[in-house]
């Protein structure tokens, strides 16, 4: 019986030594942040960049870089903030983009609509709502970009705030004895 616990107790010790491992307690940079954030915005941009530059561009080409670019727009921002920790603050912020989106597709599509019903008016009232929501995601996403650093310094305040909590087993051959230390390090 001594046995299983203290084979047990080795087995659990090293679960918990694996998992102390794998939490850093190194201090994130904000410029590791910022950079995430800008090249998760800017990298999905390429794409559509260069079909711009060429005149043999097909349009399922340039559709298909456009939403990847939107994606990039949407998603990308928030990169700073997951590294950070702080993915609640990544998740809202997407969401909203998201909702601009959405909102910008359907004023590109009520624009389409009403020009095939050659209602010029109401079409150049999609396209302003379309671009309204474009600014909103270019504001969003520079605010969010612009917000990294303060994620990364809350972290880092959090990290240094509280100490680690460890488990270690504890062995002594002469005694027969086994048991599991408990450590706490500022």
């Known amino acids: 019986m001594k046995y299983k616990i203290l084979v047990l107790l080795l087995l659990f010790s090293f679960c918990v030594i694996y998992g102390n491992e794998r939490e850093s307690i190194e201090l ?16 999905p941009s390429m794409p559509l960049l260069l079909c711009m530059g060429t ?16 994606a990039g727009f949407v998603i990308g921002p928030s990169a700073g ?15 909203l983009r998201t909702v601009f989106a959405l909102v910008g597709g359907a004023g590109i599509l009520t624009g389409f609509a009403n020009l095939c019903h050659e209602d ?25 970009i612009s917000t990294c650093p303060q994620s990364v ?7 240094s705030d509280h100490g680690r909590l460890y ?3 504890e062995i002594n051959l002469k005694d027969e004895s086994f048991g599991l230390s408990l450590s706490y390090r500022f």
């Open 28 to 43: 994130k940079n904000p410029g590791n942040a910022v950079g995430a954030s800008l090249a998760g915005t800017l990298l």
């Open 81 to 95: 903030h997951f590294y950070a920790g702080n993915s609640s603050r990544a998740q809202k912020s997407m969401g």
């Open 167 to 169: 488990f270690s087993p």
């Open 120 to 144: 010029f008016g109401a079409a150049k009232g999609g396209a302003a709502i379309a671009t309204i929501s474009g600014i909103c995601i270019l504001g969003s996403a520079a605010y969010d």
């Open 55 to 70: 005149q043999e561009s097909d349009g399922s080409i340039v559709a298909g870089s456009f939403i990847l670019s939107l």
């Open 153 to 159: 310094e809350k972290y880092n305040k959090s990290i």
